[in-house]
């Protein structure tokens, strides 16, 4: 069929379209080739250190965890050493150890995976001829931002950290957190939980705790208050005494508990009718209250087997009782004593008529 006027013919291009011959075509492969030529060598570069910078990054992270996983482990294994002996129950709490290693390689684990990470993360952007200090100011500026926003979140993270690390408290340990005190029940980084003497629990607030009495570490004092007549012999009473502080030094498990000789100090108060003789003794940490029940009991056998008589505490002084006023007995003054007052002729009787006047 013959083609009209003005058809194009299939091996023709549209009406506007450049046409591309091949010269043009082969100049253009060329350039590109020799660009990516030009540019292949500083590719390889910059691929090759960023793979060399994450290879080592990880490597260094697997590394550093890996040799904070084996030292709370050894730790972990140390207090299990000494568990269920006499040194262990003295000195070691296994829990206490055991959640304080666990909590300070958790924060050691973290802040080194942070550390590597971040720094390989700008060492790939550096690679990339990315300028940081734009990036680096929006960071510190976003961290103050956040810092002042989040300070109390702050402020208890790093309490937290501090604690655990200079093992200020642990658990199983009595403290007195000003804000509550109680039994340590849980260390955390942000909360400290503790259970007081009725069952509560108490969470605390790292941040909010400013001062830490803790009860149960060192050594505790057991300190007894004898209060007996003033008539006593205090030699006798100061034998007997004695002789219960050594009984019980030989007794179990009383000779564990106790860490040096129950003394008697002296007295502390001397009354008309009584006198306050004070024993002490130092014992672990935590049974000083054991201790004093124990010798209490002890000290009243003792004292009753003796004939020594314990009293009470002050006695109420009697008050005595005021004279009587001689004038509380008499009657008030009235008008009516008086024969002669005229309230007295007014209620007077009236004496009967004459008899020549009743006819």
Do not use: C, H
């Amino acid at each position: 069929m013959p083609r009209s006027a003005g058809t194009p013919s299939p091996s023709e291009p549209p009406s506007g379209t450049p046409v591309v011959t091949l010269d043009e075509a082969a100049e253009r492969a060329g350039n590109a080739a020799g660009w990516v030529e030009e540019n292949w060598s500083t590719w390889l570069n910059t691929g090759l250190r960023i793979l060399l910078i994450l290879v080592v990054a990880l490597v260094l992270r697997m590394l550093v965890r890996r040799a904070l996983t084996k030292l709370i482990e050894r730790m972990n294994r140390s207090a299990q050493a000494v568990e269920g002996t006499t040194l262990g129950g003295l000195l070691v709490n296994a829990e206490r150890r055991r959640q304080r290693s666990e909590a300070i390689g958790s924060v050691l684990r973290s802040i080194s995976s942070f550390l590597i990470l971040g720094t390989a993360g700008l060492m790939i952007l550096g690679a990339f001829k990315i300028n940081l200090a734009p990036l680096l100011a929006s960071a510190g500026v976003a961290g103050v931002a956040i810092g002042f926003g989040a300070r109390n979140l702050v402020t208890d993270f790093l309490s937290g950290v501090f604690m655990i690390m200079e093992d200020q408290y642990g658990v199983g340990d009595t403290v007195d957190a000003g804000v509550a005190t109680g039994e340590v029940v849980e260390v955390g980084l942000r909360v400290t939980k503790l259970r007081g003497d009725d069952g509560e629990v108490w969470y605390v607030r790292n941040g909010e705790i400013k001062r830490i009495g803790n009860l149960s570490q060192g050594w505790a004092t057991a300190t007894v208050d004898v209060t007996v007549r003033p008539t006593e012999d205090m030699d006798r009473v100061r034998s007997v005494i004695g002789g219960v502080a050594e009984e019980l030094a030989k007794a179990e498990p009383w000779n564990e508990q106790l860490w040096g000789p129950v003394e008697t100090l002296g007295l502390t108060e001397v009354l008309l009718d009584s006198m306050t003789i004070r024993v002490a003794g130092r014992t672990m940490p935590g049974k000083a209250l054991s201790v004093e029940r124990e010798l209490r009991w002890r000290i009243k056998r003792a004292f009753d087997a003796a004939g020594i008589r314990i009293v009470g505490g002050i006695p109420v002084p009697e008050t005595e009782s005021a004279a009587a006023d001689p004038s509380a007995s008499m009657a008030a003054p009235s008008a009516l004593a008086s024969p002669t007052s005229p309230q007295s002729l007014a209620t007077a009787p009236i004496p009967p008529a004459p008899p020549n006047l009743q006819k």
